[in-house]
């Protein structure tokens, strides 16, 4: 039996897919965003995510039956480069509630995400992951994602200077 399940977000949900998004801020290991971001910032992304081409889903516990289920994390799918001719690629983003880390959260999300993505037209799913981010490198790279692209030291996180991974997968 599976220990996760998913939904499409509400936008009931967007504090929440804010709240953790801003937990890994500090960290310095998961986004370029230096501060947090606020739920009014994030309305435009929301709206882009338009379930039948980028669907932005938040993950539950299975065995959470109550009414309002707790969110453990959520996936996005977003354009990459935003031309029509990269209409079958897509960027996929994965951020996990602080206590649902390294309890397979990720690994669900991931393969739910490889397995949806010809649903939507999509025949090739990247990461973009910042070298120093050994947990998300490992696990794109146990789905089969291959280094596409390194862009060395092109962000600037509090004075150091980090590398770009790009990783992707051909899923058709």
């Known amino acids: 039996m599976t220990a996760f399940r998913h939904r499409l977000a509400t936008l009931a949900d967007l504090p929440t897919i804010v709240a953790i998004y ?10 370029a965003d230096t501060e947090p971001v606020s739920v009014d910032s994030r309305l435009h992304w929301f709206n882009e995510h338009q ?22 994390g959520w996936i996005s799918y977003s354009n990459f480069y935003g031309r029509p001719a990269y209409a079958g690629t897509a960027e ?3 951020y996990i509630d602080e206590a649902w880390r390294g ?6 999300c991931l393969e739910q ?3 949806f993505a010809p649903n939507i037209k999509v025949h090739t799913l990247l990461g973009f992951i910042f070298g120093h981010n050994a947990p998300s490198l490992g696990l794109f790279r146990k789905y089969g994602f291959d280094t596409w692209a390194n862009l060395p030291r092109v962000a600037n996180l509090d004075g150091v200077e980090r590398d770009l991974i790009i990783l992707g997968k051909r899923v058709d």
Do not use: F
């Not at 309890?103 to 669900?108: E, I, N, Q």
């Open 22 to 31: 801003n937990s890994t801020v500090a960290s310095r290991e998961v986004t």
């Open 51 to 72: 379930p039948e081409r980028r669907p932005l889903w938040v993950i539950e516990a299975a065995n959470d039956d109550s009414a309002s289920p707790a969110i453990l």
């Open 103 to 108: 309890k397979g959260v990720g690994r669900y």
């Open 113 to 115: 995400a490889i397995a």
């Open 92 to 94: 996929v983003s994965i």
